[in-house]
Structures are given as C-alpha cells and as structure tokens.
C-alpha cells in the first residue's frame, strides 16, 4: 500500500528538522554551555576572544577600582597597624594587588576597555573612614572594611565567570578570583574580623528554578527575568548572534547534525518505500480469490501505473543507490569528526597564554597610539625585508647589510641561517683587521695591555645593518602549546631596580676572580655581592635588594645612548673596552619565572648557575643565541637585531634562561652542561633531565632617536645585539623555591 505521507512531505519535514537541530547545535556550541543566559546579545561588542558583554566589562573595572583603593589601604596598613600581623597582611594585599591591577591594565588594553584612575565614592568614604581611626580601632576597622568589600565582589567575579563567552575575560576571572580569595584567608587570618557583621549569603531555594537570562547590571544586582515578548527580534538575533560568532568547531558539529538528521529522513524514507512494495515470497501477481463475474472484465486501460511490472526486482532485491547510499555516505560523515579533529583545532596564538602575557603585564600600559601603530602593521604587513640597508654609507657596512639585512624578517630555520651567515660575515672582517694590526709596530705597554684584555684593537661601533624597524620584523615568537599536565603559572620575583653603585665589568661566574673579566658593564639585581672576587656561597650571607628574603643574583650587560659621553670613557669596562656612551637606567624590569609546558617542574637547587645567551657569538656562532629584542606593544615578534621603536614604544630584551636540569650538577665547565633548553617546538626536556622554573628577564629602556644606542659587549664583538646574555644563581630559601614551584605547577599568577 502507498505510505499516508507524501514523499516530499517526509523530506520537507527532515530538513525542517534538520535546521531545527542545527540551530541549536549552534547556540549550545556558541554559548559556552550556558554562557547565554547571563548574556545580552543586543548588548554584546566584537573582540578576537569574544563578544564582549556589558557584565564583562563592568567585572573588569570593578576589579580596577577595587585595587585603587584597597592597593593604598594595604600600604597605609603596613606603616600604621598596631597588629604585627595587620601589618603583615596590609603588605602582601599592597603588593598582590599592584600584580593584579598590572593584569588589569594588560587586560583593558587587549579588551579596549577604558578603566577610571580613581576609586568610587563609596570606597573613598571608605578610605576616610578607615584613616580617622587609631590604635586597636584603627586595625579592627581596616581589617573589616577590606574584608566587606572583598565579599562582595566576589560573587559578582563568579556570575561573570559562570556565564561570559569571552576567552579572556573568563581567564581574567579565574585570576582575580584566586587574589580575591587569597586576601580573604590573609584578612579572616588577623583574627579581628566579624563575621556577625558580614552581610548574610541569599538562602537556597526551595525548588530549583529553571535557568533565566540575567542582567548582571553594576553593583552585582540581582539576576531579573528577559521577557523575550519585549526583545527586539528575540530568539532570531540570538540566533544570528550565535551563529556570527560560532567557532569552526561549532561550524562542524552543526553541519553534522544537519547531514545527520537528512541522512535520518533519507533511511526512514527508504523503509517506508520498502514496506509499502514488499509482498509475501512466492505471491501471485493475480488475486488469489478473484470474485465471480457472469461475463469477462473489461480490458485494463494500457500501461497501468500503479503495477510497474517492468520495474519489478527478483528475489525483492532494490539496486544499490538513492536512500541507502545517502544513508551510508551520513554514517561515513559522521565517523570523519576524529580524524579532523586536529584539522579544525585552532592554532595557538603567540605569548598570548596566562603565564607568558602576566610578565609583559607587570610593564607599564601600551600608549594608544603605538597599539594602533600595531594594528596597521599587521592589516598592512611590509614585503621590505631590507629595513636594515637602508642609508649605507661605507662598503664595509654594506657587506654586513648583504649578511644580516632582513634577518628579522625570516621564520624558523631560515632566520637562524641569516643569523649565522652575519656572525660569519662579522668574522671575517675582524680576522682581517686583526691581521693588519699585527703587523704594525706596538710599544711594550700597549703589548701588555693588549694580553690583559684582549680585542681593544678590534672595538667598532654597531654596523647600520644590526638595526631594523620593528614594523618590519615578522618572525613571530610561538610558544609550545601546552598539554594537560602542563605547569602553566607564573611567578614574578620583587627586586625593586638595579643600583649603579653595584655596577661592574666583572663576572665571577664565567671568569672567578678576573678584574674586569667581562670587558662590559654590568647591571644587578637581588644579591650584593657583585664583584671578581665572589664566590657563591657568599650569595646566602648577603644583602639583597629582593622581597622574600630572595638572595638569588640576576645580572646582564648595560645599553648605552651612543650619542652621549659616559662617566667611565676612559675606564676598563668603558671606553676602554670599546663601550662608549652613557649608560642607559633601564625604566623597567622583570624577573618571572615560568612553568613547563608538558608537566610539573620540580625546585632548583640552592647555588645553581644559570647562563643564558652567548657573549662571543660573533666569534662563537649563533648556535647559543638566545638573544630577543622587541617593542612594547610588538611582544608578538622578536628579532636578533636592534629593534628601532616608534615613539613612545619602549624597547625590550627579552631573555629566556635553560631550565632542563642534569639532576646533579650546580654548575659544569662551559656553564651550560649541566642545564639545557627545552624543545623548541613541544617545550619538553630531553629524557635524563629534571624540569625546573624557567627564568625569564624582561627589560624595559626608554630608548633614544634614532641608531644612537648600542648593547655593551667584548670589544671584538662590535656591540652585535646577537651577543646580549645574562647571568643567574639561585639563592632563594627552600620554602621560597617550594611556594614557587607550587604556584607554576598549580597555574596560579604570584
């Protein structure tokens, strides 16, 4: 019998289906998991991680104006307090909220958010109520205030984390949860809070309600109902909203749900042809029981179309094809999502992970208008890869330019064989001044001289061809992306800004002993004992200019404004060693260390040396180079020339230090032995090795016009930047490297 439903009915209706289905997969894909109903779409902005909702950005300068008056109020706290323990406690919510307003800013800048510079009324009153009191009241009262105040935003941190579709500001979240909840226990710790002063915490329902849209105004008010009768558009801009900003994933599934559903309707149709024509085995084609007629029946009209007898299949076989093969190409789809699964992943962004972006995030914010310097480079990248040929005046400089010119420009490989092939060319040049100068007549002192630091005679200024504009670098720095056991923290160690009376052209870890064994300057940090005659032990007794009772030493070469005179022009170390200029204080440091991105790291021992970089690479090669220099702005590119930055841009180095430990050994004859780097390209240490925190020196230069500033170096090195290096030696106490590793391994921002 024929199936009740038309043909074109039962197909109308699986691709109504079809759509119905698809659409939703696009809303769950879209939302997050429920990230729509705390969502306004009408309301929402375009950013590269996300729409970015009212509720978000409210969240971002509640967190903001939280710390420009809880950030004073600690410090106020640390220097008034009666309590040892207030005092205490107003320290570290000082110090942890001057990181996270750091991670405020860097948040705003990447969101194009603009953040207020003062606190609310309310926190004001705050504030002046907190600094009328004295004594006990004084300590009672700051300690109360602070704790009120962290209770409410919390919750309002959790109902944005629950429900926004933006990457980072879920990320943002997840951090300022964490500080939230940490001064919590500090404030609870004092002992003097009272928490039959606290507001009470909503009861729970009786029955569970139903999920509704909520409006997450400011102040954190309390969810209200979105009749969907009065939006404008209602579920169809919803949906056009999910579907704009599906992900490809998202993409994938719902064509999936589609074809399914088709491929659903195609099967089911196909049975129901199947039933209506099948007919018992071995059936007659005549009625069985013909009724009795006085006469013959009249003769059938010709070519009846309802028997088909042409069209009839022995054995109530159907030919391959139509339904059943659409059925059989929907299971095959359906069975693809695995294999491209690595297809359609995203790719990972460069330094965009928590970890990497929180050091770039202790600098000072991004001027406007260097990040729309930013945005235009890459809308419009440059093809010119000879940024640095430009203006040769001398044949020599010219030959440099031919070797290094566009180093910056190349990726992977590539870059690291131009590298080579500029060392090379810089070598050659100097082997071949170092020739001539031998066969000129030197007095004895000048011979002397010459034996106790040798290569003054081949001091030069940097080539023209060791700058590039950083507009055209394009060789992108790509961190490896982390797997599930990856220790993704950071942990930035306090050490305040290098002291001048520290400087020295000593090493005492390359060359023990050796007045001016470096033949540059150097800057320090953390340990005082600085000079040719340390040893590292000497390290744990000293001084220190870090928090945390953190005696490690951190120590690079100065940079140097070329078109100025130093104070040490005729010094060892100076002018001297070829280092001419006056030195440069640099505007801004870091010190941050960082996890691993295929597991836990493990504490460094006590009194391990450290090296990174390679101080003699133009003799030496490039394969220890570890130099990075950059832009503010620009951390997504690096180059192993001088970056020349538009104004107002800081320039930066950025150097990252070995962190695959032998296990054993504090230090080996080369310095590097014994600590090695990890894979370029899975962040995994080599087999017989120990991961431990990675070092990462981040140093900020206010830097002068044009080509005048040049990287101190061994005077026969010429100032190449490819020879920028630095030096560490742990000495943090072990319950300082324990709190480290637990907050990398944990994926904490400290």
């Given at each position: 019998?024929?199936s009740?439903v038309s043909?074109?009915?039962?197909?109308?209706g699986?691709v109504?289906l079809g759509?119905i289905?698809?659409?939703a997969v696009f809303?769950s894909g879209?939302?997050?998991?429920g990230a729509a109903?705390?969502q306004q779409?009408g309301?929402?902005?375009r950013t590269?991680?996300g729409?970015l909702?009212?509720?978000d950005v409210?969240?971002?300068?509640?967190v903001r104006q939280?710390g420009?008056?809880?950030?004073p109020?600690?410090?106020?706290m640390?220097?008034?307090?009666?309590?040892?323990?207030?005092?205490d406690?107003g320290?570290?919510?000082?110090?942890?909220?001057?990181?996270?307003?750091?991670?405020?800013?860097q948040t705003?800048?990447?969101l194009g958010?603009t953040l207020?510079?003062q606190?609310?009324?309310q926190q004001?009153?705050?504030?002046?109520q907190i600094?009328?009191q004295t004594?006990a009241d004084?300590?009672?009262?700051?300690v109360?205030l602070l704790r009120?105040?962290?209770?409410?935003?919390?919750?309002?941190?959790?109902?944005?984390?629950?429900?926004?579709?933006?990457?980072?500001v879920?990320q943002?979240a997840t951090?300022?949860a964490q500080f939230v909840?940490?001064h919590h226990?500090y404030?609870?710790?004092?002992g003097l809070?009272?928490?039959?002063?606290?507001p009470?915490?909503?009861?729970p329902?009786a029955?569970?309600?139903?999920?509704?849209?909520?409006a997450?105004?400011?102040g954190?008010a309390?969810?209200?109902?979105t009749p969907?009768?009065n939006q404008a558009?209602g579920?169809?801009?919803?949906v056009l909203?999910?579907?704009?900003?599906?992900s490809?994933?998202?993409?994938?599934?719902?064509?999936?749900?589609?074809?399914a559903v088709?491929?659903?309707?195609a099967?089911?149709d196909?049975?129901?042809r199947d039933?209506s024509?099948?007919?018992?085995?071995g059936?007659s084609?005549t009625?069985?029981?013909?009724?009795?007629?006085?006469f013959?029946?009249?003769p059938r009209?010709?070519?009846p179309?309802?028997?088909?007898?042409?069209?009839?299949?022995p054995?109530?076989?159907?030919?391959?094809?139509?339904?059943a093969v659409?059925?059989l190409?929907?299971?095959?789809?359906?069975?693809?999502p695995?294999?491209?699964?690595?297809a359609?992943?995203?790719?990972?962004r460069?330094s965009?992970?928590?970890?990497?972006?929180?050091?770039?995030?202790?600098?000072d914010?991004v001027?406007?208008h260097v990040?729309?310097?930013?945005?235009?480079t890459?809308?419009d990248p440059s093809d010119?890869?000879?940024?640095?040929?430009?203006?040769e005046g001398?044949d020599?400089?010219?030959?440099?330019a031919e070797?290094?010119g566009?180093?910056?420009?190349?990726?992977?490989?590539?870059?690291r064989?131009?590298?080579?092939q500029a060392l090379?060319?810089?070598?050659?040049?100097?082997?071949?001044?170092q020739?001539?100068?031998?066969?000129q007549d030197?007095n004895e002192?000048?011979?002397?001289?010459?034996?106790?630091f040798?290569?003054?005679?081949n001091a030069a200024?940097?080539?023209?061809?060791d700058?590039?504009?950083?507009?055209?670098?394009?060789?992108v720095?790509?961190?490896p992306?982390?797997?599930?056991?990856?220790?993704?923290g950071?942990f930035?160690?306090e050490?305040g800004e290098?002291?001048?009376?520290l400087?020295n052209s000593d090493?005492?870890?390359?060359n023990?002993?050796?007045v001016?064994?470096?033949?540059h300057?150097?800057?320090?940090?953390g340990?005082?004992a600085?000079?040719a005659?340390?040893?590292a032990?000497?390290?744990l007794a000293?001084?220190t200019?870090?928090?945390l009772?953190?005696?490690s030493?951190?120590?690079w070469?100065?940079l140097?404004?070329?078109s100025k005179?130093?104070?040490?022009?005729?010094?060892?170390?100076?002018?001297?060693?070829?280092n001419?200029g006056?030195i440069?204080?640099p505007?801004q440091?870091?010190?941050?260390f960082?996890g691993?991105p295929?597991?836990p790291v493990?504490p460094?021992?006590q009194?391990l040396r450290?090296i990174?970089?390679?101080?003699?690479?133009v003799t030496?090669?490039?394969?220890n180079?570890h130099?990075?220099?950059?832009?503010?702005g620009?951390?997504?590119r690096a180059?192993?020339?001088?970056?020349?930055?538009?104004?107002?841009?800081r320039?930066?180095?950025v150097?990252?230090?070995?962190s695959?430990w032998?296990g054993e050994?504090l230090?080996?004859?080369?310095?590097?032995s014994?600590?090695?780097f990890?894979?370029e390209?899975?962040?995994a240490?080599p087999?017989?090795?120990v991961?431990?925190p990675?070092?990462?020196m981040?140093?900020?230069?206010d830097q002068?016009?044009g080509r005048?500033?040049a990287?101190d170096?061994?005077p026969?090195q010429?100032?190449h930047?490819?020879?920028?290096?630095g030096?560490?030696?742990?000495?943090?106490?072990?319950?300082l490297?324990?709190?480290?590793?637990?907050?990398?391994n944990?994926?904490?921002?400290?």
């Amino acid at each position: 019998m024929r199936s009740p439903v038309s043909r074109a009915a039962r197909w109308g209706g699986a691709v109504v289906l079809g759509v119905i289905v698809t659409i939703a997969v696009f809303s769950s894909g879209s939302s997050g998991g429920g990230a729509a109903a705390t969502q306004q779409p009408g309301t929402a902005t375009r950013t590269a991680f996300g729409p970015l909702s009212a509720s978000d950005v409210d969240l971002v300068v509640k967190v903001r104006q939280a710390g420009l008056w809880e950030g004073p109020t600690g410090q106020q706290m640390e220097q008034r307090a009666t309590n040892e323990v207030v005092r205490d406690v107003g320290r570290r919510i000082s110090t942890e909220h001057a990181e996270l307003d750091a991670i405020v800013r860097q948040t705003a800048d990447q969101l194009g958010v603009t953040l207020p510079s003062q606190p609310s009324a309310q926190q004001q009153g705050w504030m002046e109520q907190i600094s009328a009191q004295t004594g006990a009241d004084y300590d009672r009262t700051a300690v109360n205030l602070l704790r009120q105040a962290h209770g409410t935003v919390l919750p309002i941190i959790a109902q944005v984390r629950s429900g926004t579709r933006n990457e980072l500001v879920r990320q943002f979240a997840t951090t300022s949860a964490q500080f939230v909840t940490r001064h919590h226990e500090y404030l609870e710790s004092t002992g003097l809070v009272d928490f039959e002063a606290l507001p009470q915490p909503p009861a729970p329902a009786a029955v569970p309600a139903p999920a509704a849209p909520l409006a997450a105004g400011a102040g954190g008010a309390a969810p209200v109902p979105t009749p969907v009768a009065n939006q404008a558009g209602g579920t169809f801009d919803g949906v056009l909203t999910s579907v704009r900003d599906a992900s490809l994933s998202s993409w994938l599934a719902a064509g999936l749900a589609f074809v399914a559903v088709l491929g659903g309707g195609a099967l089911l149709d196909m049975v129901l042809r199947d039933r209506s024509r099948t007919r018992p085995a071995g059936a007659s084609t005549t009625p069985a029981y013909p009724p009795a007629r006085p006469f013959p029946a009249p003769p059938r009209p010709p070519a009846p179309p309802r028997p088909q007898p042409p069209r009839r299949r022995p054995d109530g076989r159907r030919r391959p094809g139509g339904p059943a093969v659409f059925g059989l190409l929907v299971i095959g789809v359906l069975a693809l999502p695995p294999v491209l699964e690595g297809a359609v992943s995203t790719p990972s962004r460069s330094s965009t992970s928590t970890a990497v972006a929180a050091g770039f995030a202790a600098l000072d914010p991004v001027p406007d208008h260097v990040l729309a310097l930013v945005a235009a480079t890459e809308d419009d990248p440059s093809d010119d890869d000879d940024g640095g040929k430009r203006d040769e005046g001398k044949d020599r400089d010219d030959d440099r330019a031919e070797a290094g010119g566009g180093a910056g420009g190349e990726d992977g490989g590539d870059a690291r064989e131009a590298l080579s092939q500029a060392l090379a060319a810089r070598q050659a040049d100097e082997d071949q001044d170092q020739n001539k100068n031998k066969n000129q007549d030197q007095n004895e002192d000048e011979n002397a001289d010459a034996d106790a630091f040798p290569g003054r005679e081949n001091a030069a200024p940097p080539a023209l061809a060791d700058f590039a504009d950083i507009g055209e670098v394009s060789a992108v720095v790509a961190d490896p992306t982390p797997d599930a056991n990856a220790s993704t923290g950071s942990f930035v160690s306090e050490c305040g800004e290098p002291d001048p009376a520290l400087r020295n052209s000593d090493n005492w870890i390359a060359n023990p002993g050796a007045v001016n064994g470096a033949q540059h300057m150097h800057d320090y940090l953390g340990s005082v004992a600085t000079d040719a005659s340390t040893d590292a032990g000497d390290l744990l007794a000293s001084e220190t200019t870090c928090e945390l009772d953190n005696r490690s030493t951190f120590f690079w070469p100065v940079l140097r404004d070329t078109s100025k005179v130093g104070a040490d022009d005729n010094d060892d170390g100076g002018g001297l060693d070829g280092n001419v200029g006056e030195i440069i204080e640099p505007a801004q440091v870091v010190m941050q260390f960082l996890g691993n991105p295929t597991g836990p790291v493990s504490p460094m021992p006590q009194l391990l040396r450290v090296i990174t970089g390679d101080a003699k690479a133009v003799t030496n090669g490039a394969d220890n180079v570890h130099a990075q220099w950059t832009c503010r702005g620009f951390e997504d590119r690096a180059t192993t020339q001088y970056p020349l930055c538009p104004q107002g841009s800081r320039l930066l180095r950025v150097l990252d230090f070995p962190s695959c430990w032998d296990g054993e050994n504090l230090d080996s004859e080369d310095h590097r032995s014994h600590i090695a780097f990890a894979d370029e390209d899975t962040g995994a240490c080599p087999r017989d090795s120990v991961a431990v925190p990675q070092l990462r020196m981040i140093l900020a230069y206010d830097q002068p016009g044009g080509r005048n500033f040049a990287l101190d170096s061994f005077p026969d090195q010429q100032h190449h930047p490819a020879t920028d290096h630095g030096d560490f030696v742990n000495g943090m106490p072990d319950e300082l490297m324990d709190a480290v590793v637990e907050c990398l391994n944990e994926g904490l921002q400290c």
